[in-house]
């Protein structure tokens, strides 16, 4: 806790810095691109979110494992605060997709094999959080969703892997890989890692709030616990 | 394991039991989709493939609730945990007598639903091949569910929640199957995925619900 409180302010503040700058560089100071106009500036926010959402599976993932195998309630608490902001990740990057294909594609939504495999991560945070806020006792509910994060993540490779049967539809490939040669442009790509960064920098700092949010309420539930046993 | 296998079997199939309404739901929607595009041949079958496997899905999801539920409210949940056999097996036990129950009897019931879709003639084969192999899984992954939220009053909507997003895979890879059956192309590559997809589940999922029933019995 004493840790997180002298980082979460830097924390803070450095993700707000990251995410203005490159917002501003991205938005203001590249140019339109040949295709696309202007609507490739969407990349700035769509591109860091969907990169987070998965990242923040990821996360609870490991911190759902810690939990199993060390009982480290911190670990448990910190996976579950990851939930709501990997959820709304999710849904920025399904928002601003929606936003970007309707000029581009000519369609809102596809069922397109990434399209599809962000969708069923987005069913997969909403099972995960409705998991959580069902079971009353914490350490039933920790050890529950913990588990279904594991098979919950199995299934999500898996589904990944099975919706590329159908095509490999709309979705760009992935242009950012650093051993490729066809990348995405210098003057996007700077400024786009900024943006990545700065989400980063937002998602670690939104989950260590959430965290200490949720191990003192925690605290508090075993001071009134104990006052009532006194 | 075998006792338990029959006792299940025998609670399933008793009236009350639940038996058949998975049935009667599978032979409503089969029924009603046609009603609800128009009674096109071509478009029917067309979507007869998916109509069917999001039927048997549906169906299957129905009787969820029932795997675990009644054992855990009058103790017998309790009962089979002490019991010598390992919790891993009375979970893959009761899983098989779901699907016996459910799974088996959808499967051979497809067939005839697939003429009521006017289901062109390759595809039922395949049907009844993707069925069998596929449906076996969806009863594990449900069972998963089903011990995840067995200590719940109300986990139906939530078990449904939990468990959807479990089925893509089996779904997508059986309707699949199914399709390119009817096409005449590649279906046993969709097939072997889908039996892949049911042997994993199979050995690798009554570990996960067993942990899960272990932590609502706490």
Known sequence: MQTSARLLPWLAGLSALCLTTGGIWGFFFTPDDFRQGSTVKIIYLHVPAAMMAINGWIMMLVTSLIWLIRRHHVSALAAKAAGPVGLTMTMIALVTGALWGQPMWGTWWAWDPRLTSFLILTLFYLGYIALWAAVEDPDTAADLTSVLCIVGSVFAVLSRYAVNFWSQGLHQGASLSLDKEKNVADVFFLPLLVCIAGFVLLFVTLVLVRTRTEIRARRLQSLLARERMA | ?218
């Open chain 2, 1 to 218: 394991m075998t006792a338990l296998l029959l006792r299940d079997l025998r609670l399933a199939t008793r009236a009350g039991g639940g038996f058949g309404l998975g049935l009667a739901f599978f032979l409503l929607v089969a029924v009603l989709v046609p009603l609800g595009v128009g009674p096109e041949p071509a478009l029917l079958a067309r979507i007869a493939p998916g109509i069917l496997w999001v039927g048997a899905l549906l169906a299957c999801l129905l009787s969820l609730d029932r795997i675990f539920a009644l054992d855990f409210e009058d103790g017998s949940m309790d009962l089979l945990a002490i019991a010598p056999i390992p919790l891993e097996g009375v979970v893959a036990v009761k899983a098989l007598a779901h699907w016996l129950v459910t799974g088996l009897p959808l499967t051979l019931l497809s067939p005839v639903l697939g003429v009521l879709l006017n289901l062109p003639g390759p595809g039922y084969v395949w049907l009844v091949l993707s069925l069998g192999l596929g449906t076996p899984a969806l009863s594990l992954i449900g069972a998963f569910g089903a011990a995840l939220t067995v200590g719940l009053k109300r986990g139906g909507l939530l078990l449904s929640l939990l468990v959807l997003p479990l089925y893509v895979p089996t779904l997508i890879y059986g309707a699949e199957a199914v399709r390119r059956g009817v096409d005449g192309q590649g279906a046993p590559t969709a097939l072997l995925l889908l039996a892949g997809l049911t042997a994993g589940a199979a050995a690798l999922l009554p570990f996960a619900a067993a942990a899960a029933i272990r932590v609502n019995l706490r």
